[in-house]
């Protein structure tokens, strides 16, 4: 079990930066490195493409960034041919795609689903309120928390129904919750106590979003109904996690509701365009629920054979085998046999530059933009399956040796790191 976090530190005494709630280090210190960190990033995908295209690459992200436009879809990417023959068309699929009714909502895509979150809380958050934020794990992803800082209002985070109901019998200036299905460190909250808080949310007239991002895994790995079933006023969902969509937002909600964040979108220009309302509506139309049963059990496979090499290191939820950012240090530090001053973020993105660099696995920590928690997670989908079992465990072996030996190297690690 994860050590309990203070206020103001992670569970290794790093002091957090709380706008994205995990330790600076002296490497990535800010944003802007974290920013330059992804550059390196691909600029090894790059490098490994250009040899030997794209299948030289092993997607281990859960992400997957498809345009999957057609031949015949270039005529309606025109002005005029995409009013008449592609408006509309996606947010429809969509409606039935997260389980809504097409005559009570209506759907709004967006250029990301982190703009997606903006948005919605600027919309639903009242300004000098609190907002009360349900995770499994006290993950709230950063969007949905400047999301609330933009509409002024105070971010609580609740872990689980039992901390949001003291929260609500304890103070009366909660106007909006936020339920997270499943982090990004893919930590699942289970249906049943997303139910419950959006009932007792209603009972006390607390307006309800909730933030799916990773959906379309939720509803295979978990077997549960699609978020509009829980009746909040919006949900969102990621176009690109888990379906072969692209980077895109894709909100339901309320008539009125999405008719005003709508209105928002085009002012601040998050609104999605053409061709990728065309991504979107192949991704949800073409969905494969196939591939993501596939990598749960392939998943299941990978845990076992982690575990034959570091027993009780790893979590296993899903179709993700992972590392905490306390587990990665504290694997680190076994593997170097001394003490490492590197913080999780830092330790992360060198892991995975390591993954990356030697073994062409795409993994969350080489790629992601900055806010991004500190997590090493092996997602099995999409491509899991193009690489063994045996394999992923020896990348993961080989890269926790070479940064062991070098951890102690500043400058060693900041150019594994940044290039």
């Known amino acids: 079990m994860q050590a309990a976090r203070s206020l103001e530190c992670d569970s290794l005494g790093n002091p957090l930066d709380m706008s994205v709630q995990y330790a600076r280090g002296r490497i990535l210190r800010s944003n802007q490195d974290e920013a330059r960190r992804q550059q390196h990033g691909f600029d090894l995908i790059s490098s490994l493409v250009r040899r030997g295209g794209e299948e030289a690459v092993f997607n281990l992200n859960g992400v997957a960034r498809a345009n999957p436009i057609q031949p015949e879809d270039l005529a309606n990417l025109s002005f005029f041919n995409s009013i008449a023959n592609t408006r509309g068309k996606a947010e429809e699929l969509a409606v039935d795609f997260l389980g809504g009714d097409q005559s009570r909502h209506q759907a709004l895509i967006t250029n990301r689903l982190s703009g997606t979150n903006i948005l919605a809380m600027l919309e639903m958050v009242k300004p000098g309120s609190a907002v009360a934020c349900v995770t499994p794990d006290g993950r709230t992803h950063p969007s ?61 007239s607390v307006r309800t979003y909730v933030d799916d991002g990773h959906g379309a895994l939720r509803v295979v790995a978990y077997d549960e109904p699609d978020a509009m079933k829980l009746d909040p006023e919006a949900a969102a969902i990621s176009a690109d996690k888990h379906i072969f969509g692209p980077r895109a937002g894709v909100l339901v909600g309320l008539n009125d509701t999405i008719s005003k964040i709508r209105a928002s979108a085009l002012e601040f220009g998050y609104e999605a365009q053409v061709p990728t309302l065309v991504s979107v509506y192949r991704g949800l139309k073409n969905h494969d629920k196939g591939t993501i049963r596939t990598s749960v059990k392939l998943a299941d496979q990978l845990n076992k054979k982690i575990y034959e090499k570091f027993p009780n290191k790893f979590y296993f939820v899903n179709d993700c085998v992972g590392l905490t950012d306390e587990g990665v240090i504290k694997l680190l530090t076994e593997t170097a046999g001394k003490k490492i001053s590197i913080v999780p973020q830092e330790a992360c993105s060198a892991i995975s530059m390591l993954l990356l660099e030697k073994y062409a696995m795409v993994t969350v920590s080489a790629v992601a933009a900055p806010g991004a928690a500190p997590y090493l997670r092996l997602v099995t989908w999409p491509d899991g399956y193009r690489i063994s079992t045996d394999k992923i465990v020896e990348a993961v072996s080989y890269s926790f040796d070479k940064l062991s030996e070098i951890a102690s190297d500043e400058s060693a690690v900041r150019k594994m790191i940044m290039g």
């Open 144 to 204: 949905i928390k400047l999301g609330i800082r933009l509409a002024k209002g105070s971010f609580v985070e609740c872990v689980g129904y039992a901390d949001f109901e003291k929260l609500l019998s304890s103070r009366a200036d909660v106007s909006t919750v936020v339920i997270t299905t499943i982090t990004p460190q893919l930590r699942h909250l289970n249906f049943s106590e997303a139910e419950k808080c959006i009932a007792l949310a209603k009972a006390h």
